[in-house]
């Protein structure tokens, strides 16, 4: 169906590529690409004469509250510094590849706490030892869990006619996504869930755009339920699940380098956005594999019973 070969082709272009070697972890001269907030998030001792011969107020400032935390004599050690980068990588790159990083995103932030609590570089030291020691295998054995085949459907999805969707939909809810989509660009299909029937509707993509609003409902009886309402679609599942519902994620491509992911866990009723980060490239490893990071994640729990 055209819904799941959109679905692949926004999967394939929002996370890294994989060349034939296995995943290693890169060196700090390895991470050149991104923006200086990237580049300063991994590399808080960097030479800002690097970004700019005359550094202005501004750069200077970011520079300081990048460093800020750290004990002062930091940047004296070269084999420090790199451990912190590799420490920091490895926060960020893990949060990128597993497939519940509300989880694991707990478990960095503690690990960011006792690092921000030495006053001095032994105890920078241990717990970057720690952090590495915790995260190495997470991201070297780690198996990304591309959303695929039919997704929520357990029996094969029918497109539904236009001349039906009034019927199907309601004239309210037909008004509303049509007032997004436009008549001739709606696409409403509809199969088996696991918990009643399910109805997907779209705005169809045209050119090179990769994402677009998507609608998920429910029919249990004579009700329509609405499951999920997005404006970065496709949805795409993922093998976790909570309250009987799968798991779903979303990838907005920002730019060539840049998506934003969010997750997605049923609460019982609706589906609630839990995580969300700006995915960014920032080179490659030793063995040609795309470096990606996760900047800026927000968790908003929901109850699994």
């Not at 921000?116 to 869990?145: F, M, Q």
Request: hydrophobic share 40%.
């Amino acid at each position: 169906m055209l819904r799941y070969a959109l679905l692949a082709y926004v999967f394939a272009t929002a996370f890294p590529a994989l060349a034939d070697g296995p995943l290693t972890i890169p060196r700090s001269e390895q991470a050149t690409d991104g923006y200086l907030s990237t580049a300063l998030l991994l590399k808080p001792c960097l030479d800002i004469h690097e970004w700019s011969p005359e550094p202005n107020d501004d750069l200077l400032k970011q520079v300081a509250d990048a460093r800020k935390g750290l004990p002062p004599e930091t940047g004296d050690s070269p084999a420090l510094v790199e451990k912190l980068f590799k420490a920091r990588f490895l926060q960020y790159a893990s949060i990128a590849v597993v497939s519940d990083p509300w989880n694991l995103d707990a478990k960095i932030r503690a690990q960011s706490d006792a690092m921000g609590r030495c006053k001095n570089t032994g105890c920078l030291d241990r717990e970057l030892d720690a952090a590495i020691a915790a995260l190495s295998a997470v991201y070297l054995n780690s198996h990304p869990e591309w959303p695929n085949g039919t997704g929520l459907c357990v029996s094969k999805a029918v497109d539904v006619a236009a001349a039906k969707v009034r019927a199907l939909l309601g004239a309210k809810v037909q008004k509303d996504i049509v007032d997004t989509c436009a008549p001739e660009s709606l696409s409403v299909q509809t199969c088996r869930g696991l918990q009643g029937t399910l109805v997907f509707a779209g705005c169809t993509m045209s050119g090179n755009q990769v994402n677009a609003p998507e609608w998920l409902f429910r029919i249990r009886g004579a009700k329509l339920e609405s499951l999920l309402a997005i404006d970065d679609g496709p949805s795409g599942m993922l093998k976790t699940t909570c309250n009987g519902m799968p798991d779903l994620m979303t990838a907005a491509r920002v730019s060539m380098g840049e998506h934003y992911v969010t997750y997605y866990r049923y609460d019982g009723t609706q589906y609630q956005s839990v995580y969300g980060y700006t995915a960014m490239g920032i080179g490659t490893d030793d063995n040609g594999n795309d470096l990606t990071i996760a900047q800026g994640g927000l968790v908003t729990p929901v109850v699994c019973r």
